[in-house]
């Protein structure tokens, strides 16, 4: 089955900082790869996703890139807000229905 | 904005009791998931739902689990002799194809 691994486990950067969060995987079958926002204590939210036909998508300070080759995809968040801190999953999936997370980031944003 | 909401949102229960867990997706949604998290750790596949069958279910989702549509808007997971690592958070999602939303959780507490 899909492996995804995540890295880092924790990050933390100073406001208005740059945060990237690298995930790869071992499916080469699979073909869509969303992150997720999680707050303590509440639910997953989808906050950006790409698939395998594209190599980058932006969100205002969003942006996913994806190495199909490597196996490889990143989420860059720009300009960090204290807002942005929460713990980001990253997930893959071949089929639609069944997402393969990774182990989470929590990243902190210092004010 | 449609949302997705679960009953209870905290179930404390005995080993060994049946429990059921009810979720009621977006009403325009075709595929129904359920996944777990426990506590700090990421979030994990149990089992997607489509056309009234399961389309995919993870080794997680052993004979102890079962899921049922039993009408037009609720979408359940039994579990059947509950143990005391089935304590988790359970979450139900939907989907109308790959980007799913997340209701907001049963805290599941086996004691």
């Known amino acids: 089955g899909e492996n995804v691994e995540q890295h880092p486990s924790t990050l933390s950067v100073q406001e208005g900082d740059s945060a990237v969060i690298k995930c790869t995987y071992s499916d080469s079958a699979s073909n869509y790869f969303p992150w997720y926002k999680q707050e303590l204590g509440k639910r997953p939210q989808l906050i950006i996703d790409i698939r395998s036909n594209v190599g980058e998508k932006k969100d205002q300070r969003i942006a996913v890139t994806l190495n199909k080759t490597a196996k490889h995809f990143s989420l860059h968040i720009t300009e960090t807000q204290p807002e942005d801190s929460a713990v980001y999953f990253c997930a893959a999936s071949q089929n639609d229905y069944k997402l393969s997370f990774g182990a989470g980031t929590t990243v902190t944003v210092r004010a | 904005e449609p949302e997705v909401t679960q009953t209870p949102s905290h179930q404390v229960t005995q080993m060994g009791q049946e429990v059921i867990l009810r979720c009621v997706p977006i009403s325009n949604h075709l595929y129904f998931y359920w996944y777990r998290q426990i506590l700090g750790q990421k979030v994990e596949f149990l089992v997607s739902?489509?056309?009234?069958?399961?389309?995919?279910k993870s080794e997680i989702f052993d004979d102890q689990f079962s899921v049922e549509r039993p009408d037009g808007s609720n979408f359940t997971l039994k579990i059947r002799s509950t143990k005391l690592e089935d304590s988790a958070m359970y979450f139900c999602a939907s989907s109308e194809s790959s980007g799913r939303v997340f209701g907001s959780g049963t805290r599941l507490t086996v004691v």
């Open positions: 739902f489509y056309n009234n069958e399961i389309s995919e």
